[in-house]
């Protein structure tokens, strides 16, 4: 099964910081990334997916990138609506795997 | 606007059994895939299984194969989860996940419900 690994797992950046998250899958998932975030006691929104493809009504302060198995998602400006966990996950095949999270605070 | 309500929560003793529904609207319920995804109290997202547009594909976690039958009727638009032989380390919240591509193209998740909490204990 592939593993993907995340990092880091927590991070506090101050407002209007770049931030910059990591995810390793355990061998080449292509493009087949996706990034969630999920706030306190809410469901997963998907951000991103094909490693890099915006999903409609993301800010463009979001972005993506990698392939095979080195990917980053960078918040380009942090915003304190930006307070979340995220999550990458493997699409290519079974099992959908995600990241362990890497949780994103305001300093 | 596309929705996904799960149900079926609750307390639940070890080595019974429990089914989950979602009810989805405002999409062709038919022709996408959903997966179940859990997540115990203050932990990560664990994706537990997928079924295929059809039905005709399952796929599961390795830690539920075998205790847990994902199944869909696509005339009423609604997923089921069947849970058997629960165990402590079942306690999650339940969340039914719409792909997004259509029938077995390669996707991400794009519509979340809201989830539904399943605790086992005595």
């Known amino acids: 099964d592939i593993q993907m690994t995340q990092s880091p797992s927590s991070l506090s950046a101050s407002v209007g910081d770049r931030v910059t998250i990591t995810c390793r899958a355990s061998?080449?998932?292509?493009?087949?990334l996706a990034w969630y975030q999920q706030t306190l006691g809410k469901a997963p929104k998907l951000l991103i997916y094909?490693?890099?493809t915006l999903q409609s009504g993301v800010p463009s302060r979001f972005s993506g990138s990698g392939s095979g198995t080195d990917f980053t998602l960078t918040i380009s400006s942090l915003q304190p609506e930006d307070v979340a966990t995220y999550y990458c996950?493997?699409?290519?095949?079974?099992?959908?795997?995600f990241g362990q999270g890497t949780t994103v605070e305001i300093q | 606007q596309v929705q996904l309500v799960e149900s079926g929560g609750g307390v639940v003793q070890p080595g019974r059994s429990l089914r989950l529904s979602c009810a989805a609207s405002?999409?062709?319920?038919?022709?996408?895939?959903i997966h179940w995804v859990r997540q115990a109290p203050g932990k990560g997202l664990e994706w537990v299984a997928v079924?295929?547009?059809?039905?005709?594909?399952?796929y599961y976690a390795d830690s539920v194969r075998g205790r847990f039958t994902i199944a869909r009727d696509n005339s009423k638009n609604t997923l089921y989860l069947q849970m058997d032989s629960l165990r402590a380390e079942d306690t999650a919240v339940y969340y039914c996940?719409?792909?997004?591509?259509?029938?077995?193209?390669?996707?991400?998740?794009?519509?979340w419900g809201q989830g539904t909490l399943v605790t086992v204990s005595s």
């Open positions: 996940a719409k792909k997004m591509t259509l029938n077995r193209g390669a996707g991400p998740c794009d519509y």
């Open positions: 405002g999409f062709t319920f038919s022709s996408y895939g």
């Open positions: 079924i295929s547009y059809d039905g005709s594909v399952k």
């Open positions: 061998r080449a998932i292509s493009n087949y």
């Open positions: 094909g490693a890099s």
């Open positions: 996950q493997n699409y290519n095949n079974a099992p959908w795997t």
